[in-house]
């Protein structure tokens, strides 16, 4: 069965940091993984998707990378700000007509 | 932002009751899910839909049924709502089940009491 698991569960900076948050996976036999941003009481935004075959994926200030061998994925964000305060999910797709699977997310608070 | 929108946003209902959700879409997309968030959970999958007729259980499917007449419609039903199953409820959509993005609702929060 796969697992997630993302580190750290919460994380606080001052703003204008850059931060790296990770995602690790049991099972590399996945097809994507995704990122996903949550804002309390919201649903889900997907940030980046990226497909089994690539290494990264860039969306403005957000990279992120993926290390399928290793069952790793860290979303790196750059120039931190108090707007991005939000809970970060990370998700993987295996095979089979099934959903994703997710971390448990990591809780980001970027301090003004 | 993907055509997903989720009826009711809020529920109160009692332990018994059956309760059914919605999930409508705009984008004619062929895989529908639903997934539950709870607090030290995280999101599970409880059904998803490969097709009109077609669905299929999840990790936590016990006490939900699921029914797809139309590709745009995907219902939710507790057949009898316990306690347990209070969660925020949020569907999703993929064009494809391996390549593409799924795009999500915005949830709905069930409360059983």
């Known amino acids: 069965k796969q697992e997630v698991t993302q580190i750290p569960a919460a994380l606080s900076v001052p703003e204008g940091e850059n931060l790296v948050l990770n995602c690790s996976f049991t099972?590399?036999?996945?097809?994507?993984l995704q990122w996903f941003r949550q804002d309390p009481g919201k649903g889900l935004t997907s940030l980046l998707l990226?497909?089994?075959?690539?290494r990264e994926q860039t969306s403005g200030r957000l990279n992120a990378s993926l290390d399928k061998s290793s069952g790793r994925s860290t979303l790196y964000i750059a120039a931190s700000q108090p707007g991005d305060s939000a809970t970060y999910l990370c998700?993987?797709?295996?095979?089979?007509?099934?959903?994703?699977?997710f971390g448990k997310g990591t809780h980001l608070i970027i301090q003004p | 932002d993907a055509g997903i929108t989720q009826s009711p946003r809020h529920k109160v209902t009692e332990t018994g009751t059956p309760v059914t959700l919605r999930c409508h879409q705009t984008?004619?997309?062929?895989?529908m899910y639903w997934y539950r968030q709870d607090p030290g959970h995280g999101l599970r999958l409880i059904h998803y839909s490969y097709g009109v007729k077609d669905t299929d259980k999840g990790e936590v499917s016990d006490g939900y049924s699921v029914s797809r007449s139309k590709t745009e419609d995907f219902l939710l039903t507790l057949e009898s709502a316990t306690s347990s199953q209070t969660s925020v409820y949020f569907c999703?959509?993929?064009?494809?089940?391996?390549?593409?993005?799924?795009?999500f609702g915005q949830g709905t929060r069930l409360t059983v009491v």
């Open positions: 984008e004619n997309h062929r895989y």
């Open positions: 099972d590399s036999a996945i097809y994507n």
């Open positions: 998700a993987v797709k295996g095979g089979g007509a099934d959903g994703l699977t």
């Open positions: 999703a959509i993929s064009e494809s089940s391996a390549v593409l993005e799924a795009f």
């Open positions: 990226i497909q089994s075959s690539q």
